[in-house]
């Protein structure tokens, strides 16, 4: 990953002399893991699917990084890529190790019944070939749809078909729309058709129809009233005119440093990387506490989401899309505009990616880094002589925002000034429509956003990988539940009937490691190192792990997607650390049954007591569309948040000087100035 600077207010080199061992693979070193693999495997006809960085084995990085002080410090890391490659006419899939250090492929194996992520190159592909197809010109004449440029398809994974179950078949299914003129908006014109594709052959096997329910049409008419929201679209005479400007700035520069890409801000160190997969990807994380640099998380990543559609019937059953393991937040991530998708002082940091042909491409400005002011972090006002004390809380935002087919998402990491980390998801973009025949109605599963267009219900899981070190790599994980005293009022334990108690649970293995959201106790949780005892609290120090937005899988748990996506049934799982579990949704989760995934990994039974543990916390909203959230929709957020708890022995933001208007340049919104005293840290006069 090489970074770019829009604005000269960070020092930093765009390109780093010798790789940190998270470094994503360079163009070059993608270049050279291409020719090491096809001159090694001279007989094989294939396609790159995946080149990307092999990481090394944490016991290695603990010794690289000073963690691990009980041998000798490791220097030197052996650099490594990983290849997944498919056969082109029978789609076996390959799985190769190259070493960049040494030149060469030190394995190459064949993967049976399994299929990789699908990539930008095949859903290209796949569109092409479906809008060529004579089956689907005849389909769309029967809709009155006689120009076939105006017809578009999304392609999307099969998820398990029914009807062509195991993954000898490299399948994708294909969501029809047509568009009135150019930049329409194609979701407001859905067709009723589904064609089914097997990439190894390129032809479409199967075309399925959606049947309008209780209707008397046969098919559908396609409504052809527009609905968009680009700005040649609603005209600029009808923008709002009583918009001032908002301008964000940082005359002495920002307050982070970087270093190829490792970050320092404000006490907190940190290295980033970017890959096919997870996108975004946090590593090594420490806080400076005094003159003691103390671990926190050796890597924090989104791991899996998926996003199940409520419709029973057939084909939009196969509507429960894992936008990380079947599509990859990489591959799918945009390249970011200063003064639009981030505002401020911006540091940005391209990511690299390789396309069929093993040739690497730069996706720019993959990464966006700023800081953003987060109102009060803490305030106090004596009302005795009315002196208040006021200090602003500061935020340093390391973010990338993906489109997958209709949805965007915006995945933002988010480190604070007193030790909180938060992750945030805004989901926007567009709903994924259906059409209706003119007497149907989309209830019980969806709502109708405009005239025979159909949004239907669905729910977005999220669940993060986390790698704690707190203070140390052996960890446990305390559940925490608050609760009235058992007591009546008047009782001798509950003399005024106000009591209640906190019961902390220490979660001891696989099974117990399995736990939900319980808002009746106000249920969190704490990752902890028993070998530290906080001197006041004389509790372990920890980490507290919580989250505002959870929802349960309303989805039956042995459906399809249930079994598919088992991570989304608990709120957290809490598993050993092994390195070949890294996806909750399994490695090759495209065409999965759910046998390779954090559910059946859970099962167990493992000692979590003081180990080096993985959490896997879920979040996630039930999303039952408004007609507002169309043509396009306003952002909906949710995420968790982590936050020492009895971890620093005080505030560990009281040495934040307070702000005051001189330092900030706030004005009075009126016309005239007034002469006060400054209000954030001096008396208030009445």
Known sequence: MSATKEMKTATASSTTPVAHPFDQLSSDEMTQVSAITRQAKPEVDFVFNTITLKEPKKDIMLSYLGWDTSRPRITKVEREALVIALEKKTMKCFEGVVSLTYNSLKSWKYIPDVQPILTMDEMFEVEELILKDPKVHAECRELGISDMSSVFCDPWAIARHIGHP????????????MRTCEEDNQ???????????????????????????????????????????????????????????????????????VKGNEIDWQKWNMNISMNYREGLVIHNVSYQDGAEKRPLFYRISLSEMVVPYAEPNSPHNRKHAFDVGEYGLGLCTNGLRLGCDCLGSIYYFDAIFNDHQGKPYTVPNAICMHEEDHGILFKHTDYRNNRAHTVRSRRLVISQIVTVANYDYGLYYYFYQDGTFEYEVKATGELNTHVLAEDEVAAPYGTIVAPQINAQYHQHFFTMRVDPMIDGQNNSVVQVDTSALPYPTGHPKNIYGNGFKATYTTLKDTIEGQATANLETSRFWKIVNDKRIHPYAKQPVGWKVGSHHQAPLYAQHDSVVGQRAGFAKKTLWVTPYNEDQMFAGGFYCNQSDGSDTLEQWAKTGDDIVDKDIVLWVTFGITHLPRVEDFPVMPVEMCGFFMKPCNFFIANPGLDIAPTNKKINQSVYAKDFEKKEEDCCSKTNKL
Request: proline fraction near 10%; avoid cysteine.
């Open 166 to 177: 195991g993954r000898e078949k490299r399948l994708m299914q294909g969501l029809m729309y």
């Open 187 to 257: 979701y407001a014109h859905p067709l009723d058709f589904v064609p089914i594709v097997d990439l190894g052959r390129m032809e479409i096997i199967d075309i399925e129809h959606i049947q309008p329910k209780d209707s008397k049409f046969k098919r559908p008419t396609i409504p052809l009233e527009k609905h968009n929201f680009l700005p040649e679209f609603i005209g600029e005479e009808n923008f709002r005119k009583d918009l001032k400007p908002i301008v964000i700035q940082q005359p002495q520069g920002v307050s982070f440093t």
